[in-house]
């Protein structure tokens, strides 16, 4: 693979009423809970800012599709390439290399131990800090392989929950959600999911949303308990724009005012629902195949997105 050259890394900030510039994500915030999801972003008394005063700057350009994003305290962050079988890292200096070699790695999450749990083909797998395999997580469930494992959320009370896509046939709704507990044990806690793909567990923990992208949905479910959901229901509907090439709901992220970030793949958009699910905000991403979002930089107020600069079958693009 090419060297992938760090263009940028100062952007207008997606979740602050000003127009500051995004100091290097080296300033990433020491007190980030890597346990769980939660993004230390726009407290509730602040308005995001309106989109039409908001223009992504592109970070960098990879070869293949782009997916993935996450951050470590160090400032660094890594990003797949599902395609090409990778994982990246980029550092504060903007200087970037493969990290590691997954075949078909997509989600991916840092726990606090250092260690990273990436989504790739039939498997979850866990990663040291230096992105050598430590384990086969999860890779069959009652006796059956599983298909796509897509997107990670993890539980602060120690387990996870990740989404296998199933085929990508919307007559054949096989996707589904599982939950892995402490001791490593795994249990499917909602199936019959078009193409299950981003997923995001509430910090109180009460609430699961999920992206079921051959149907648009978003969809939510009750925590009853970890690893225990109540019935799904539909939390929004993305909606698609003349012009926009698809429709389908990717990766998911919150900030701390509870607003749910969709990256909606094909319409070259991030949408922004707020806690009732209402359309608050349509931000430009970048990307036509946006895949991905996660807050980084200083505080977590910028908005780092993944995916597809144009198609999947072309390059990738990080922007901010």
Known sequence: MRKIIALLFSSTVLVSCSHTKLDTPSTVSEHVNLVSDRSIVTPPQETLPAAHTISPEKVLQSDKYSEGIVFDRQGNFYFSQTKAGTITIVSPDGSSRIWAKVQGVNGHKILPDGSHIV????????????????????????????????????????????????????????????????????????????????????????????SESNKNIVAVYNVLAPGKLGEKKVFALPVK????????????????????????????????????????????????????????????????????????????????
């Open 119 to 210: 989504a790739a083909k039939n498997s979850v797998l866990q990663l040291d800090a230096n992105g050598n395999p430590l384990k086969i997580i999860a890779d069959r469930f009652n006796g059956k392989p599983l298909i796509y494992p897509n997107d990670i959320t993890v539980d602060p009370q120690g387990g996870f929950y990740f989404t296998d896509s199933g085929d990508s046939n919307p007559q054949n709704p096989n996707g589904a959600v599982y939950y892995v507990n402490a001791a490593s044990q795994l249990n499917q806690v909602a199936s019959g999911l078009a193409f299950a793909n981003g997923i995001v567990l509430t910090p109180d923990r009460q609430r699961l949303f999920v």
């Open 241 to 320: 724009q003349p012009g926009e090439i698809d429709n389908k709901p990717d990766g998911l992220c919150l900030d701390a005012a509870g607003n749910l970030y969709i990256a909606h793949y094909g319409t070259r958009h991030v949408e922004v629902l707020n806690s009732s699910g209402q359309l608050i905000r349509r931000y430009a991403s970048g990307n036509l195949t946006t895949s991905n979002c996660a807050f980084g930089g200083a505080n977590l107020k910028s908005l780092f997105v993944t995916g597809g600069v144009e198609t999947e079958a072309g390059q990738g693009g990080i922007f901010a």
